[in-house]
Every structure is written in C-alpha cells, then in structure tokens.
C-alpha cells in the first residue's frame, strides 16, 4: 500500500494535534517499520505545540520492535486519505469518448463547490429556554446529565473541571422553570471560558466512558472551515442532528444521533459517521470520539460571544435512514433498462468454460467430504483448462487459470500439481498457463483477501481462480444467511472485476448425507448452495467385497498385461480374450511365460497394484446448475492421486448407504458383522497357534482347541475352510502344521498345490 509514497510527504497532510495518543504512537511504529527515523517522527510530532514533549518520541522508539502484527506505512496513507488527501496518481486520468465518470465512494458533496449558510446570532435571547431545549431534545426525564461550569487556566487555554454528574434532566428542568437566573440551578461560570456538557446520559458515579448509561449520540465537530461552510455541509449531509450549538467560537457542535446498543457499536458507527464528514469536507477532530465527550452548552456567553442554539432535529431522523441513505446515493447500480428495447439485439451469452456446466465469468462450488479429494479435483480441473483438455469427461476451454492455496505448504502444492500430470499421462505442454498463489499461514478474510486478489489478477487474462479452500477465508458465522450472502458477493466481486470464473470448495455438513439433495449437504447456510452457478457435489459410494474383488482382478491382469508388453510382442497370440481377464490364468500364464527373475519382479508389482485397490474410493457427483440442463449423475474411482470415470458402470447400481432399503442395509449389516467375526477367529488362530510355537512345542489339535475354546472337530473343521486351508492342515496325526514353500500361497494370493 506504500509503495511509491514518500511517507514523510504524506505525514504532512496529518495534524497531530487532532490525533488521539494511540493513533500518534501507531504513526511512530509504521515509521520504525518502514525504515525511517525517530527524528522523523520527533520533527513531525513537534506541529502538534500543545502536547509535544521534547524527548518523548525518542524514548517510545525504542519500545518499539519485534510484533507479530507490526503497523505498516499503509496506516499513514490510509490516515491521510481519510483526513482528504489524495494522492496525484488517484486525482484523475485522461478520459475517452466511452469512458464512464465515477464519483469517489461516500461523497456525497463536492467540498471545492460548496456554499456557506448563514448563521444568525439570536438577538431575543433566552438562555434558560435554550438550555431546556436542549435538555428536552437529548435526554429522558430520568437520565442522568453531566455538564461543568468551573474551569482553569493551563497554556493560554481554558479547561474545564470534572463538573456534576448526579443530577436527572428532569430536575434540572424543573429547576430552571422555577427560577428566573439559570445561573442558580447551573452555578456561575466563567464569562471568558464558557460552559460545557455532556451529550450521553450517565449512571450518575462519574464522567467516564463507563459511566455512560446508553449511547445515543456523536458530537461532530470541525473548525477547519468556516463556521457557514460548517453549517452547510452539516445540512448537505443530512446528518441525523438532535442538536445543533453555536460554540462561541469557530465550530458548530453537531450532536448526531447514532443510537448504538453498546460501546462497541457506538466505536464502529462514529468511525464510519466521521470517515463520511472528513470526506466530504468536514474535517472531525478525533479527540471528540469518546461518548462521555463535553459538548457547548447552549445559553451560554464565552469571551463575548453567545453559545447559542442553531437548530434541533435537522437531517435523517435517525441513524439507521440516514445510514441507508448515505449507502444508496452513489451506488454504481445499473439502471433499469426497457426488453423492448433489446429483444432484436440480446447480448452474447458468456462461452462456457466447462462445457454444459460453467460459463466463463461465472461461479462454481465443489462440496464434499473429507477423503473426496476436493482439492485434487480442482488441480485436476487446473490442469485441465491450462491444457486445454477434458475434466471429468466434460471439455474445458484452454486459457489462463490461477489457483489461490489457503490450505498446503508451497512445496507439497507443486508436488501435487506434478503427481496430478504424471497421474494423468499428460504431457505438461502449457505450465506457463497455470499461476500459483501459496497463501499458507498468509491468509485473510475474504472481504479482505478480495481486492487484494484482484489487484494481483489485474491484466493477467485469467479465465477461472479456483480458492481451495474457502473455510480458510470465511468471514462471520457460517450459518448466518445475511453474512454468508455478504461473504459469497465477495466472490462476485472478482468475478466481476476480473471477468473470469470463480471455482471454489466447500466441505458437507456433519451426519449423513445419501438422503439429502445435493444442494443441502453443502455446511453452513443455505446460501452456499443457491450462491453458484453451478454446484457440484461428491457423495461416496459403499463399496462391495465383490465389487473390491472385481476390481483387485482388474488391476491383477492390468499390472500382468503391462508387464508382458515390456518384453514380449506376440504373447496376446497365445492367451484368449477371455483369460485376459482372469487373475487366475494370468497369473498361471505369466508363471511358465516368465524366467523366475521376471516372474519376481511381477509378484512385487503385483503386490502393488492390489494395495492401491485397498485405498480405492468411489464417488458420484450430482449437480446443480443454473445456465445449463441437469445432468445425470456421474460416478468415479478417486485413485490417489486423480479421479476417473467408471466407464464400466461398476458403480452404476451402489446407492448411498442412506438411501438403500433397510433389508438391503440390514442384509449388508449381517454380512459386515459375519466378515468381522471371521476375521477376528482367523486373528485369534494365528495368536493362538504362534504363542504354542514360540513356547517351542509341536503345535497340536487338542491344545490349540482348547486355547481356542472350541471342539477339536470345530477346529477340524475351520481347517478345511478356504479361510485356513491355504495356510495350515493337520498332517493325521493330531498335529496342526503351517504350509511353507511350495505348500504355501505366493504373492499372487493363490494356493500352490
């Protein structure tokens, strides 16, 4: 935000004198951090002549060091700006015939334009009536008021005192109506100094923030510009004025209505009230921010001069109009346009950036759960556009892509991007397409991140950002509608500002999805859903033994057929179609096709290829589109580290395991609970039968039946069961031995008679 700006420039177009002291000392640590000096600050400091300490600066320099958040130079521009000064390369550019004029954010007048509005001192004066007036405008009968009349003297200037806080607005009023001198209800003041009070009623203890009961008001103040021009800006903005009070002086003292719930509110609604006045013209003296802030009180003489009343009620009624209206006066809103006017001439519909499911400029939501492999999805789907190739069976258009990386280290994201190429068999012709942005441990909300991403996007001719994954970014509570809707027009912002397409992930809520559309799984609210153009959903499939068991076959004959290629030409001419896809011929094949060297190196690959079917997924993905017909549910294999298409229609018939019938799910349930139970017999065999081993015995039927619990004819006949047979047998005389060599299995998993 700095770069370019001599920050010592822009300092001065910052009086310190209106600063409160942690915004000063916020300017001194943005100096250390940008490499300037404690004389810079020390020079600066020294305009403000009524609190600058000679040294002070010197000795909070060096307080300064090491925070993990540190300020920055771009809290000086930022200062400035908001005290109205703009930078020479933001005053303005040439324009062209087409170009379109926009007013700067939130002003609403031009300051170098505007007419003073004349104020008239009141001749007729009534001091007490002005003073109950007031009263009557801010504060309820029971409220508390604070005002002062006493005062002293420091530095050619008068102060006032802590003054009286214990007293209701009803009885001062009451009091006033009875007396004829104002001065017997208030006390005397000093005719030079004037009088003060307090615009937000108190708890009566004391004159503190924490003493303010309810913080209804703002005092605006500025006596930058003459006291009509103050006038007249005041009115032009409609400020929401309960009161509006002549100091004697040069400032008017505006009390704004901000009606705030609570101090934090109250802090938010002023720093937006006074970003408006100071860019408008008015310049706020920060120092008046406080709710417990002393205002003029009206019927009132100092130095000659009569703090008077000017107004009541002037502006919006109330901060929430006002707030509104302030908001919707300088949208850059399209207006309305008449379909007469265009139905021979309708504009071209974006070209589409994943055919039949995105169009270019648009939004595209992947959701899923964990283990779905979102984010190989998406680099898969860089990788895709950057080449120009299909993705999940739906053609992409070739173009420029960035990929923004909330969640892994730089190294395993390139990595990944690799591994997905290699995966893929594609040839890495167009890398130069694909653009990285590592934000790990770097990032921020997204309202943040935002304008940061398009600036760096800016004339790069993407066609699509992908953001993996947005709950790195998500701003306010996920499932608040009014802040997700605020959180996803972020996204319409980069789409828009950067013409491209906004692709991101999100993860299901928690429980069980199968039963659900695929539009509500997405967690949070429902805004997530109907926010895309296009949604698309990945619910896993339960996977089958005998489905586990076709594909361990599939990958057996495939790791088999491979290796056959490496040496062989004509071996296809000696094997049929149909043994191609037995893992049992194959394998029986490749043992008297292959030297025991080869057939060594198989049995490893092998071995291989039937562990990476351990670790298959499957996935379908249903849709929801917006420019485009639904399609049908596409179902795939997540192979780590890609997803492909079951092209088979293996998967076509598995339902998600919330949507079977319950025989089917009670009939899977029996058949998961009998295959547990088996495994846990085998598991206990083997235990059984190693611990008798090591003990450094003949392993017999009878002792192992016993440490079993079971029958020595139950144990017999566990021994003929496919589960045992192939690792065990009873040679006849009652003792159970362990198959070894040829007896035993090899890495095929097949028995070896």
């Known amino acids: 935000m700095t770069e ?23 300017i001194g640590m943005a100096l250390k951090e940008e490499g300037y000096s404690a004389s810079d600050w020390d020079q600066w400091s020294m305009t403000d002549r009524g609190r600058y300490h000679q040294g002070e600066c010197f000795r909070k320099w060096n307080s300064f060091s090491g925070a993990v958040s540190p300020v920055t130079g771009g809290t000086i521009v930022q200062m400035a700006k908001d005290y109205g000064w703009l930078p020479e390369r933001e005053v303005g550019y040439e324009l062209d015939w087409d170009s379109t004029i926009n007013k700067d954010e939130k002003v609403i007048i031009d300051k170098n334009w505007i007419e003073g509005r004349e104020i008239v001192e009141p001749i007729n004066w009534d001091p007490k009536r002005e003073l109950i007036q007031y009263l009557e405008v801010l504060f309820d009968s029971t409220e508390n008021v604070g005002y002062v009349t006493h005062s002293f003297e420091k530095d050619g200037k008068y102060m006032p005192s802590k003054g009286v806080w214990d007293r ?76 509006l009070v002549h100091s004697g002086g040069k400032s008017l003292h505006a009390v704004v209505r901000v009606d705030a719930a609570d101090y934090q509110e109250y802090r938010r609604r002023v720093d937006y009230l006074y970003t408006i006045c100071n860019k408008n013209g008015l310049e706020i003296d920060n120092q008046n921010r406080n709710p417990s802030r002393l205002s003029r009180m009206p019927g009132i003489l100092r130095n000659g001069h009569k703090q008077f009343l000017v107004d009541t009620n002037i502006g919006k009624s109330s901060w929430k109009e006002w707030y509104e209206w302030i908001e919707s006066v300088n949208d ?17 519909l974006s070209p589409p950036l994943i055919e039949n499911v995105l169009r270019q400029g648009h939004k595209m939501l992947i959701a899923g759960p964990s283990k779905a492999g979102k984010s190989f999805a998406l680099i898969e789907l860089c990788c895709a556009i950057a080449e120009g190739r299909p993705w999940i069976g739906w053609p992409c258009t070739k173009g420029k892509i960035m990929y923004v990386n909330l969640e892994l280290d730089r190294a395993s994201c390139l990595h990944r991007f690799k591994d997905v190429y290699a995966a893929l068999g594609w040839q890495p012709n167009h890398l130069n397409n694909i653009d990285i942005w590592n934000l790990r441990g770097k990032s921020i909300p997204m309202d943040k991140l935002a304008p940061k991403l398009i600036r760096r996007a800016a004339k790069k001719n993407y066609i699509a950002i992908i953001i993996d994954p947005i709950y790195k970014v998500i701003t306010g509570d996920e499932n608040s509608a009014d802040q997700m809707a605020n959180f996803c027009n972020q996204f319409d912002k980069v789409c828009t500002e950067l013409n491209c397409a906004v692709i991101y992930c999100h993860h299901h809520s928690k429980g069980s999805q199968g039963g659900k559309r ?22 896993e499939l339960d996977l089958t033994e005998e489905l586990l068991t076709q594909e361990e076959n599939k990958a057996v004959c495939d790791a088999c057929m491979e290796y056959l290629n490496r040496y062989f030409e004509d071996w296809e001419d000696e094997v049929s179609q149909d043994a191609m896809c037995s893992q049992s011929q194959m394998t029986a094949y490749c043992k008297k096709k292959l030297s025991a060297r080869q057939y060594g190196e198989l049995e490893e690959l092998v071995k291989r290829a039937k562990q990476k079917v351990k670790t298959l997924t499957a996935w379908r993905i249903e849709g929801t589109l917006r420019e485009f017909p639904k399609f049908s549910p596409v179902n795939l294999w997540f192979n780590y580290p890609i997803h492909r298409i079951d092209d088979v229609g293996s998967l076509g018939d598995i339902q998600p395991e919330d949507v079977k019938p319950m025989f089917q799910r009670g009939k899977e349930g029996r058949k998961k609970k009998a295959q547990s139970n088996r495994e846990k017999q085998i598991n206990a065999f083997e235990i059984a039968y190693s611990n008798i081993e090591i003990e450094g015995r003949e392993v017999t039927s009878a002792e192992l039946a016993d440490r079993l619990g079971i029958s020595k004819d139950a144990l017999n ?37």
Request: aromatic residues 8%; hydrophobic residues 35%; glycine residues 10%.
């Open 168 to 243: 209701t607005a009803g009885q001062l009023i009451q009091e006033l109506n009875k007396t004829e001198d104002m001065l017997n209800v208030i006390g005397d003041y000093n005719p030079q100094a004037g009088a003060w009070i307090r615009f937000n009623p108190l708890d009566g203890t004391g004159i503190k923030n924490e003493n303010v009961t309810e913080f209804k008001y703002a005092l605006v103040e500025s006596d930058k510009i003459e006291i009509e021009k103050q006038n007249a800006v005041i009115r032009e903005l409609e400020l929401p004025v309960a009161c």
């Open 4 to 26: 370019g700006y001599d920050l010592l420039e822009v300092l001065s177009h910052i009086d310190p004198g209106r600063l409160s002291y942690q915004e000063w000392v916020n």
């Open 332 to 348: 850059d809103l399209p207006e309305p346009e008449s379909l007469g006017g265009i139905w021979e001439n309708l504009p071209e």
């Open 518 to 539: 695929s539009m509500d799984r997405a967690s949070g609210s429902g805004v997530f859903a109907r926010d895309p153009d296009a949604l698309l959903d990945l619910i």
């Open 717 to 753: 006949k566990r021994l003929k069961s496919k589960d045992y047979n192939t690792r065990f047998y009873n040679n006849g005389a009652g003792v159970i031995c362990r198959k070894e060599g040829e007896e035993g299995t090899n890495d095929l998993g097949h028995s070896v008679e």
